[in-house]
């Protein structure tokens, strides 16, 4: 009996069968997220999950993490996999622990606002279970209708909401996690290590089983609104008075780019929103968002076109369906930068000959989630690859101009010790001292590793894209 089979075996006994899968089909599909991969990734790491886990509750994962621990196994924590940067992919083989299973919506504290899940849970189960009460979420991502409250714990937590509220983070009181050595800790903002400390970290220093998340009260009224503008300079102006004025739950600017030239919108960029708040605030909130919109040589459009378009908000993915294939990057800018940044991924798009879409969520009157999107085709692997080097130009530039990525993962790596070395350093810090096997999540956010656990140098796998998007020109 080799150590796998013998670890296979003993994983089936403490779990039982109907949590593990070593079938050949699902490890084709457990060996990516919902980016398509370049075809050379598959020459550098080791895509392919030697086993899947489904664990049912905290006890499982712990189990999980123990056996993983005796047989020096990797383990991918994995919730929908709707994170693009590679989070979910494995990079040695290893144990892909699929979280979906852990989907109870636990207790709703009525009184103090409070909602206990377990981290599989979907977030539109979540908004679906609240419509019945009188809370509801202060913020939520975009890709609410399939992402897990877990995954989103472990990445950005900046989403619908977030310019309100504030991030995720602000919005949890406690979490069960379960650290790479099995041990199950509950954590808060006053423990050690602390909410903030485990937050975003990717998968790399725990697993979150369970999330007590802060409730808002349900507004009186909620107004959604949609402005079009001629051009994309006087939306962000335009955009900006609105932060500096109202107080909008959510406010997000995009410019037309390929909607335009494919769908025949007439104007360059807009913005869509919603209100919330006591019916007066709403409706003093929305005149002066017309008085600015019309000072900036916009138009608002009817409220019945303005609320289709924020009960839309959840599919920005639509226009995939021009691509086939969407490559991007999701970074976070001072406010002060929008303008030369979209002008930057326009020259890009330009220079690669691709369309590009930009997208733009505001967060604070400073600062913002960039996200722009180059329409490609997977299906032309060189060329495929040749698009995805764009994704490093546009980070190279943002966070020259201030910005910093947004998430990591396995594409973003060699940029943490560029846009935010402090914080790299905390995390090396933290892996090392949680994680001394180096088993949760190997090969990503803080540094990469090819087969045979090699190191990826972060320089190298710059000059390699740098060298693609050269070599672009003459393909
Ligand atoms: C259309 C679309 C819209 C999006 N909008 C937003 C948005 O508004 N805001 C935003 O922040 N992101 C957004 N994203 C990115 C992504 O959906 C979010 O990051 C989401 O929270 C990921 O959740 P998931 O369950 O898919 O996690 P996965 O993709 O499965 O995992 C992401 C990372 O977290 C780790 N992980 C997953 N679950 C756990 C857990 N329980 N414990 C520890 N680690 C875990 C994984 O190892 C991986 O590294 C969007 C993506 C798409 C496709």
Redesign the pocket.
Known sequence: MTTSDKFLSELINRLGQEYVSVDSLEKLVYAH??AALPKFVKLLFNTTPDVIVRPKSTEHVTEIMKLANEYKIPV??????????G??VPVKGGIILD?TGLNRIIHLDEKNGLLTVE??VVWEDVIRFLRKTCWELPTY???AL???V???????????GSLKYGPFVKNVVKVT?VLPDGRVIVVDDNSDPSLSQLFG????L????ELTLKMVPKNEAEMPFMANFSNFANALMAAQEVLRLTRPHSLVLRTFGFVRTKDYVESDAYFFGCFNDNRRDVYEQYLKLDSIVNRYRGYLVPEDEARREWEER????RIKKWGPSILGN?FIIPVHKILDMVRYCWQLGNQAHLDVEVEV?FISKDEA?MFPLFLCDERKPIRYLMSAAIAKKVLDVAIKVGGRP??Y?LWNFPFMEIAEPEKKRELERMKSTLDSQNLL?PG?TIGAEVMLGLPLPGKLYSTFMDGVWVLRKVI
């Open positions: 997220d919902f991918i924590p994995r919730g929908s996999a709707t994170w693009g940067f989070g979910t979280l981290c599989g991502p975009s890709s399939s992402s897990t877990g995954g989103w714990a472990a990445t950005g937590g900046i989403g619908y996690a970290s990717e998968g790399i725990c697993v979150f089983t959840f599919y920005t993915l999701e969520m989630l947004y998430g993962g999540n990503k």
